[in-house]
Each structure stands twice: as C-alpha cells, then as structure tokens.
C-alpha cells in the first residue's frame, strides 16, 4: 500500500483575502470549489501544485467543526494533512485496530473513497487517507490535469507539546516508523515539533519544493509557514 502526501486544508474565516494571498504568492489559481463541503457549513477552493493540492475552506454558518477550530487556534491556519494511498480497504479495518474513529466516511463508489480520522484519538490537526480512481485525484475536480509539474507540496510540520508521543502515535496509525521525529511517506514527509507560537497543536508548517522564492525562505500565508525547499 502506498502512502503519499497529496493535499494540505488550510482554514480561514471568509475566502479572502486568503485563497488571493496564497496564489498570488505560490503562482498558482483556483481550480476547483467542491459543492458537497456546503452540507457542512463549509465553502472552499483547490489550487492546484503540480499533482499535489492546496486548499483553503471557511464557514458560512454557525455551529461548525472549522469554525470552532478557528476558535481553539485563535485564528486562519493549517486544519488538515490528507493522505492518498491505491488501496483503501486495508486502512479500514486498520483504524479499529489501533483505537481510531472515522469521523466521516466519504464513500462514492468506484470513484473516491475517504477516512477522516477523529481528532480526539489521533492527536494533532485533521487526518484523512483517501483513494481515487487510478489516474484521477477526485476532491480535486478534473481541471488541473495537464498543469504544471511543480510547485509542489512536500512536507508538513505539526507541532505538538508532545512531539515523540504524537510521532509514535502517527506511526502507528500510518504503519510508517518514525526516526528523528518525523515520518516518512512514499512521497513526503511529515515533521513534529514542539508548540513555539502559542496557539496549541496543530498543522504549522507546510513545505513546497518549486516557488518563486529562494529555498530556505518562509513566507506566512493564511496563518501557515509555507517554506520554500529545494
């Protein structure tokens, strides 16, 4: 089973100015808003970074899971790391046996299937593993096919007061060893480190291979380090 990194969930209070900060500044553009984020109280947009995804979503309602996160994390920031694996099956049964609930089953046959892990007993920001049909990335519409190769997201940081506990219990989860603190996929990586800004645990950093500024340079975009690597 693979496992990769292929989209990072970023949450704000209103779209913008955020989604045209983050194009303006990754040189990429929305390609996509998926309707079905609505029947959760939700708007969003996709933007395409070569074949991985950067999206932005915000409330519109009263009573949401985003918006009482934006609440606990005083403020915009990173809200999910989402995983692709090409088999889903295994990861079903897996959850159970290590203690984690799935929050949300997205279930559209033959096309997508996606786990959000709950939070309470994964520890950290919001967690999915998904599967789409070979050749297709399904929470990204179709239209970003053929862009681009790069830029591209190849790495996330979430700090946590506990950062070896929380790598361990990610290990487990993603059935992936954790060496130095951070967790290496078939196609990125996952970092923990402790809390160094105040606004608790949760997604703080999101590595990009291919921007338009130097390597090593960060930039803070919707309340996320977007650092640029080489």
């Known amino acids: 089973m693979s496992l990769r990194l292929r989209q990072i969930c970023l949450v704000a209070p209103t ?3 955020a989604v045209g ?13 998926d309707p079905n984020v609505a029947k959760y109280g939700l708007e969003n947009a996709v933007m395409p970074l070569g074949e991985t995804f950067l999206e932005v979503v915000a409330p519109f309602q009263d009573g949401t899971a985003a918006g009482r996160y934006l609440t606990r994390r005083k403020g915009e920031g990173g809200y999910m790391i989402i995983l692709e694996t090409d088999d889903i099956a295994p990861w079903i049964g897996h959850m159970a046996s290590v203690g984690v609930r799935v929050a949300a089953d997205l279930d559209y046959p033959g096309a997508y299937r996606g786990l959000q892990l709950n939070p309470r007993d994964t520890g950290g920001p919001l967690l999915e ?21 790069s830029p591209a997201i190849v790495g996330a940081t979430v700090q946590t007061d506990d950062p ?4 361990s219990r990610w290990a487990d989860i993603l059935r992936q060893p954790a060496r130095d603190g ?16 105040g606004r608790g645990e949760g997604l ?14 960060t ?12």
């Open 15 to 17: 779209l913008e100015p």
């Open 21 to 33: 900060n983050l194009c303006g500044a990754l040189g990429t553009t929305v390609f996509y808003r």
């Open 129 to 149: 593993i998904n599967w789409s049909a070979p050749g297709t990335y399904h929470p990204a519409g179709s239209a970003w096919r053929g862009g681009p190769a």
């Open 164 to 167: 070896a506990a929380l790598a």
């Open 182 to 197: 951070a967790i290496a996929l078939d196609s990125g990586i996952i970092r923990f480190v402790p809390v160094a800004d």
């Open 204 to 217: 703080a950093e999101v590595d990009i291979a291919g921007l338009p500024w130097p390597a090593g340079e």
């Open 219 to 230: 930039q803070t975009l919707c309340g996320t380090a977007i650092r640029s690597v080489a």
